[in-house]
């Protein structure tokens, strides 16, 4: 599926290519809720980054943020006129980028499961929602994005 997706004034507009549109994965990390989030999270979906294109990518910087052991290697891109959120990248994987959900401008489909993770870091007034379709983990999940999707689609055809 292509995303396309641009920050709030419009400066920087992009397109990724996903085989994990599913805005499931709910992040309650304190970089991620105030850097990027509303209602306490943030979403990251994955995209393929050999297939990323920026339009204003001269309004693009980055954001590494300060942890008690060093600077994290995760680089959070977002546009540095509206401060807009778009993106994240690791090195650790070059073959991936990580659009945050609230970037993207194409119709995404509704997950049939909620996964909130580093539910341990949340903001005490945030109560994440539960039920039979809401797993909770206090730091990572048991799956990664791919192997999630994966597991959603043999639940649709099984």
């Known amino acids: 599926m292509k995303l396309e997706g641009s920050c709030h004034c419009r400066a920087v507009r ?4 996903s085989n994990t549109p599913f805005p499931y994965q709910r992040c309650y990390c304190s970089i991620c809720r105030k850097t990027n989030g509303g209602g306490g999270y943030a979403i990251n979906i994955m995209g393929w980054a050999d297939s990323l294109e920026v339009e204003g ?6 954001y590494r943020a300060v942890m008690e052991n060093g600077v994290s290697a995760l680089e959070r891109r977002f546009c540095a006129r509206c401060g ?18 609230s ?8 997950p049939p499961e ?31 994005i791919e192997v999630w999707h994966e597991a959603m689609a043999d639940k649709e055809s099984g």
């Open 57 to 62: 990518a001269e309004h693009v910087t980055v």
């Open 84 to 101: 807009s959120g778009l993106w994240v990248y690791h090195a650790k994987w070059p073959d991936l980028i990580h659009p945050f959900a």
């Open 14 to 17: 992009f397109s990724v290519d």
């Open 114 to 144: 909620v996964v909130h993770i580093m539910t341990e870091f949340k903001a005490s007034w945030v109560e994440p929602d539960k039920g039979s379709r809401h797993s909770h983990f206090d730091r990572y999940p048991d799956k990664s």
């Open 103 to 110: 970037a993207i401008d194409t119709p995404l489909p509704v």
